[in-house]
């Protein structure tokens, strides 16, 4: 038990033992909580994710945001979403233009950086994106970002949901 | 001189513990995992999107094969399964987009992936409107192996292929909606 002096020489003590109750409870939640996924992120303000039953967990940041009112690409802000899509000046062939054009530029970079010495695990993951959308988009939406990476040559999403009972 | 009965006084002497380097660490341990924790765990749900490639034709394309298909609406789910050669063999449920009937559309999916080890495919076609929280639900169904269900592996398969089978009912879904207009 901890105490303390007054000038009238009392001592006064503090029972610290309810403190430390609280603590081990905490530290015990905060243990069995404890994530050991490969990869800690925060999800983005902006969305909510969907529940999953997936076993598979996270292996790199997203690439691709999409907020209910923006779409990020590498913290860049690409387009901007109005009534659940991309207005109209954005759009092409069905697609998103603006999202075609920094998915090129990102993989004409990585191809850039990787040139020569390429193993298949690196030319897979050259061809996948990790997104992570809200829940209330609908599939409209992201038909168009799809289709923009499959013409920078992107075809394997990883779309990002919640976990379940975790 | 007599004799006097002595009795042992045992002295109490008050003991404090110093519990302030436990509460240091404690505090310590404390703001660190307050720190790191992640309240909400992440997973993903891989999908492939239909592409156009100069390679070969691939060698099995002659061969008698299961094409699983799931035709998705806003309300209901349709799987259709068909050889891609005669007998075509054309089986078809109808499912409802909600939590109750998806357990349903699981089972069909399980039997006959139990029925054709070899079909590790299936092509999800959506319609614009559905949203994404009704497809995770949707892609969960196909793709998540339940604990319950069995691990089929096909014949001559691969270790990784052995390691997918483990782990996914379905391990390749391709979006098939997702082509230019």
Redesign the interface.
């Known amino acids: 038990m901890a105490g303390v002096s007054t000038d009238s020489g009392d001592t006064l003590s503090l029972n610290l033992m309810p403190m430390l109750d609280i603590f081990s409870i905490l530290i015990t939640f905060l243990l069995m909580s404890y994530s050991t996924d490969p990869v800690s992120y925060d999800v983005n303000n902006g969305v909510e994710l969907p529940e999953s039953i997936t076993l598979s967990t996270l292996d790199e940041i997203p690439t691709i945001k999409v907020t209910k009112t923006d779409i990020i690409i590498n913290d860049k802000k690409i387009a901007g979403i109005v009534g659940g899509d991309v207005d109209e000046a954005s759009r092409s062939q069905g697609a998103i233009f603006p999202v075609f054009q920094e998915l090129q530029k990102m993989a004409e970079a990585t191809k850039r950086t990787l040139a020569g010495k390429m193993s298949e695990i690196d030319k897979a993951r050259l061809s996948t994106l990790t997104m992570e959308m809200d829940q209330g988009h609908n599939f409209k939406l992201m038909k168009r970002i799809m289709l923009a990476a499959q013409q920078a040559e992107y075809i394997t999403f990883k779309l990002m949901v919640a976990r379940q009972g975790e | 001189m007599s004799k006097k009965k002595r009795t042992k006084k045992i002295k109490y002497r008050d003991i404090?513990l110093n519990?302030?380097p436990?509460?240091d660490v404690?505090?310590l341990?404390?703001t660190f995992?307050?720190m790191?924790?992640?309240?909400?765990?992440?997973?993903?749900?891989?999908?492939?999107?239909?592409?156009l490639t100069s390679a070969p034709p691939d060698k099995k394309a002659d061969e008698r094969v299961l094409d699983i298909k799931v035709d998705m609406e806003k309300t209901k789910v349709e799987v259709t399964a068909a050889y891609n050669k005669p007998p075509i063999n054309e089986q078809k449920r109808e499912f409802k987009v909600d939590k109750a009937d998806m357990p349903n559309m699981h089972k069909f999916l399980v039997d006959l992936r139990r029925a054709n080890p070899e079909a590790d495919k299936v092509q999800l076609f959506?319609?614009?409107?559905?949203?994404?929280?009704d497809?995770?639900?949707v892609?969960?169904t196909i793709?998540?192996r339940a604990p319950s269900d069995p691990v089929v592996v096909p014949a001559g398969a691969s270790e990784l292929q052995k390691k997918l089978a483990a782990?996914f009912l379905f391990p390749k879904v391709v979006?098939a909606?997702?082509?230019?207009?």
Not at chain 2, 36 to 51: D, K
């Open positions: 404090e519990i302030m436990f509460i404690f505090s341990l404390n995992l307050l790191s924790a992640v309240f909400l765990s992440v997973g993903i749900l891989e999908v492939q999107i239909p592409f959506t319609e614009d409107d559905v949203i994404w929280k497809i995770s639900m892609l969960d793709k998540v782990e979006m909606s997702v082509i230019l207009r």
